[in-house]
């Protein structure tokens, strides 16, 4: 229960004590080493909705050690938003028995804790305010305070096959509820396999099933739908209902955690769970850690994009990437050699397919020993960078946090004597293996370490690299081929005696910030960096693009490869895509092509394969197939200017690029656990393939407006499952009536040779003849575009005109971006056909409107209505009338 409520330092201040009666009467047995100590809690207020929960041993009883927080995530503009809590209202709860102490959160909504028994939660303002989420209402807290060990009879240590975990602070988990009101669903805390709404872990019904698991690991061969855990975690779980919208919480805590998700009635078989009285209906969770605080978020919402801001307001918003970052990859296991890289290059040229990135992966080092090149492999790497940068090309070399222990490794010589190794529990550094053999890992959790990595990166100290070449964090979980679950024991040592078990999470977090942060420094802070990891945590989205890790070449994996993306998305990382073809296995054909034809939508697109399979570049499975990948990839090419706009959009807002059906149309129940179709931005639908030899394939297209076929223009109408006959050419895909989309059909070897091509618009029309759009544009590179340097556009059509407006904010900064590039095509879809021309304004010229395809090439099907060559810049206000 909680006591002593009060306001302090504008924050809601309370003790926990025990109220069970046992251990009440524990303590009072052993008053000079108490057992249950009371805790400190803390609840504070923050703009737009955002509760912040603390929970920790009170340092004034001098616990044995302070228990770890994870520094480095909360972006310090949020702490800026900090309401200054100065009353504290009291009230009776609903039943009467209790009291609680009531806070103001935001307009509409409070913060509530009940005192006895203790509970927090968050409800719409008023005394019968409807609830929305709360901590506590099935009475699970629990929370092992640090203490003395007992004598020989109390044994901490723990045996895992050949490993001892020496455990020197015993046992010091956490666990709680936390309740969703009126939710349908939950959704988020990756990393896991699995579907996008989360499936009950427990309760009738649920057999066998063990909880979400976040233990950042390198996961052989994973399967497509298990809560185990994969190579990150997030502990952000949102809800979605159609009464009420949607809700979030969050766990800053960066030890082992586990998630249960209650499935209804999961409570019946025990009688003593205490079940705070509420005739809302609810999603209940459980979440255990083993060490660390509490230090907890709950978000209002109410809707789920203003929970993903809400969520991104902590943790921050997804960095914005180059453009080139979000063309095409193409990576594989390697390729061998110099001559091997010219030709894959050539072959991209030779069948007219636009790749931006080729990456290098382990085997191009001396020995694994990272920054170095293996000479006899790659002689010139500066020269085989600059060739293909010559094409507007880049590349990505494999940079992983194992350090080869090899005298003779500069990195490994200065790490060592510098002390700059994580320890293990005795005090030496830890040696564990992996690719090189004998590694050590770097205590990246040390602002200092991290500095000094950093530096690695510039040109002088990274021989052989340009400016054209980025980096693919790997392995970062961190996997250790020797050591317990495949990764670092949890009692080796960090920075300021932290054990890994604390931090093991926000390692490879860690890693990719240093990394990216060195990307910076190498060019002066001018160039944004492109960081790919596999390990994430909150905060992830800041640093780079994340993937999900080793899958496999099974239709199953590009079905789940969705879920992964759509849940990374939900949770802030927006930049995430699966390998396309499947990592392990060889994919047969049509497996492959579907595949390019579903990632040809992930915010990050790249193919990639492991050593042991064959090669399997688009162009090795006869003309047809390679005409399909070939048609896959320029779809991606071709939206790049609307896939720009919304990495904006996510860089601004936290909103990602891949969304739920249901973000978009939170109202509509049927989207609510569909995770076959998503949305890229507010405009495409993509419905996916997943099956071989698929003769039909059905759509449910939500809403009350039509739906155009992307290649074809066909009307679909909205509100309906669709049974489509399914092409061989692509998955379906539909652009929304209403919405407007900025394309750049002119295809190119690389997306920055497409810097000063036209745009093309194409208005999808709703039923009242109206649509709006945008589109943003920069440098695609440098850092400008934070000082104001880009072109931010609002299109909207009504009333017969097309408007484009200034998007900027006047005065954004002293920076300008200039672009000459025009407007060479509009075409109009769902139009009352009829006019001839359309005049522009300001400049009083006409142009002819006529029919033209919808797409260039490749397309088939309908002609629509062109507006053929209005030629307007994308920089100027304009006005198109059709007359
Ligand atoms: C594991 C990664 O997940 C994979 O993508 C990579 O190819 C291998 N390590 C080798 O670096």
């Given at each position: ?209 063990e909880p979400y698991r976040h233990f950042n690991l ?77 230090d907890a978020f709950f978000f209002v919402g109410p ?200 931090l093991h999470n926000a390692y490879g977090y860690y ?373």
């Open positions: 229960m909680a006591t002593d409520v009060l306001i302090s330092d504008g924050d809601l201040i309370a003790k926990l004590v025990p109220k069970d009666k046992d251990e009440v009467q524990e303590n009072l047995d052993n008053q000079e080493n108490p057992i249950v100590k009371p805790l400190v809690l803390t609840i504070s207020a923050y703009q737009d909705g955002v509760l912040r929960l603390k929970i920790d041993e009170d340092q004034s009883l001098s616990p044995s050690k302070k228990r770890f927080e994870v520094p480095d995530v909360i972006v310090p503009e949020f702490l800026n938003k900090k309401l200054w809590l100065q009353k504290l209202k009291t009230e009776k709860s609903e039943d009467g028995l209790g009291i609680l102490s009531v806070i103001y959160l935001s307009d509409g909504y409070e913060g509530v804790i009940r005192h006895d028994p203790f509970e927090v939660f968050v409800r719409e303002s008023g005394k019968n305010g409807k609830k929305m989420l709360s901590l506590n209402s099935n009475g699970l807290f629990d929370f092992e305070q640090l203490r003395e060990q007992k004598g020989e009879n109390e044994d901490w240590e723990e045996r895992f096959r050949s490993h001892t975990d020496t455990r020197p602070y015993g046992p010091q988990s956490i666990s709680f509820d936390v309740s969703f009101y009126d939710a349908d669903f939950v959704y988020g805390i990756p990393e896991h396999a699995t579907s996008l709404a989360l499936k009950p872990t427990r309760g009738p019904g649920v057999e066998d099933s390198d996961v052989f061969e994973y399967i497509a739908d298990s809560p185990f855990g994969l190579y990150g975690s997030i502990p952000f779980m949102i809800s979605h209902g159609k009464s009420h919208g949607s809700s979030g919480f969050f766990w800053l805590n960066a030890a082992e955690m586990q998630i249960d998700v209650l499935g209804t009635g999961w409570n019946d078989e025990f009688s003593s769970v205490l079940m705070l009285p509420s005739d809302q209906k609810r999603v209940d969770t459980l979440w255990m850690s083993e060490a660390g605080v509490v809707g789920p994009k203003d929970v993903v801001r809400q969520y991104t307001s902590v943790t921050g918003t997804p960095a914005m990437p180059q453009l080139f970052a979000i063309a095409y990859h193409q990576c594989r296991w390697n390729y061998r050699d110099e001559e091997d890289v010219y030709n894959v290059d050539a072959k991209f040229d030779e069948h007219d397919i636009p790749y931006d990135v080729l990456w290098l992966d382990i085997e191009h080092t001396d020995g694994k020993k990272y920054f170095t090149w293996d000479r006899l492999l790659f002689p010139n790497p500066e020269e085989m960078q600059k060739k293909l940068a010559a094409k507007g090309r880049h590349m990505v070399t494999i940079v992983d946090p194992h350090i080869k222990r090899d005298e003779s490794y500069y990195i490994h010589k200065e790490a060592s004597q510098k002390g700059y190794y994580v320890k293990d529990a005795t005090g030496k550094d830890y040696d564990g293996w992996c690719w090189p053999g004998s590694s050590s890992y770097l205590d990246m959790v040390n602002p200092e370490i991290r500095s000094w990595w950093a530096e690695k990166f510039s040109y002088e100290n990274y021989v052989g690299s340009t400016p054209s070449l980025h980096i693919w964090n790997d392995m970062n979980e961190p996997s250790v081929f020797n050591g317990p679950e495949v990764s670092m024991p949890r009692d080796a040592l960090h920075h300021d005696d932290v054990e890994h078990r604390e890693f990719h910030m240093a990394t990216s942060d060195g990307l910076v420094k190498r060019g002066d802070g001018k160039d944004r960096p492109f960081v790919l990891s596999r390990a994430f945590f909150p905060g992830s989205q800041r640093y780079g693009a994340i993937w999900t890790g080793d899958n496999s070449a099974e239709w199953d994996h590009l079905r789940v490869s969705v879920p992964m993306v759509l849940t990374l998305g939900l949770t802030g990382i927006s930049f995430s895509g699966a390998d396309v073809g499947g990592f392990f296995g060889n994919p047969d054909t049509e497996l492959l092509v579907r595949w390019y034809q579903v990632g040809a939508y992930y915010p990050f697109f790249r193919g990639h394969a492991h050593h042991d399979t064959k090669r399997r570049e688009p162009w090795l499975f006869g003309e047809r197939n390679t005409e399909l990948m070939r048609e896959a990839i320029r779809v991606r090419y071709m939206l790049l200017p609307y896939f720009y706009t919304l990495f904006r959009e996510a860089n601004m807002s936290g909103i990602p690029v891949a969304r739920p059906l249901w973000m978009e149309f939170p109202d509509d129940e049927q989207t609510f656990s569909n995770d076959e179709a998503f949305m890229v931005g507010n405009s495409l639908l993509v419905q996916g393939i997943y099956t071989e030899k698929a003769k039909h394939v059905s759509v449910y297209l939500p809403g009350d407006q039509s739906w155009y076929d992307l290649r074809t223009g066909t009307a679909y109408k909205g509100g309906v499952t669709h049974k489509l006959e399914a092409s061989e050419d692509s998955v379906p895909a539909f652009q929304r009536a209403g919405t407007i989309l900025p394309r750049k059909d002119r295809f190119r070897r690389s997306s920055t040779q497409m810097e000063n091509d036209p745009y093309t618009l194409v208005i999808a029309l709703n039923s009242s003849q109206a649509a709006e759009g945008w589109l943003y544009v920069d440098d695609g590179k440098s850092f400008e575009f934070q000082q104001g340097a880009y072109i931010h556009r609002h299109f909207m059509y009504s009333d017969g005109k097309l408007t484009s407006s200034n998007m900027a904010t006047a005065g954004s900064g002293s920076k300008k971006f200039a672009s000459e590039c025009i407007v060479e095509r509009i075409i109009l879809l769902g139009f009352y056909p009829g006019p001839k021309n359309a005049l522009i304004e300001p400049a009083n010229e006409k142009v002819d409107i006529e029919l033209g395809p919808l797409l260039l090439r490749g397309g088939r099907g309908s002609s629509v209505i062109t507006i053929r060559k209005p030629n307007v810049r994308i920089a100027d206000d304009w006005t198109i009338k059709i007359l």
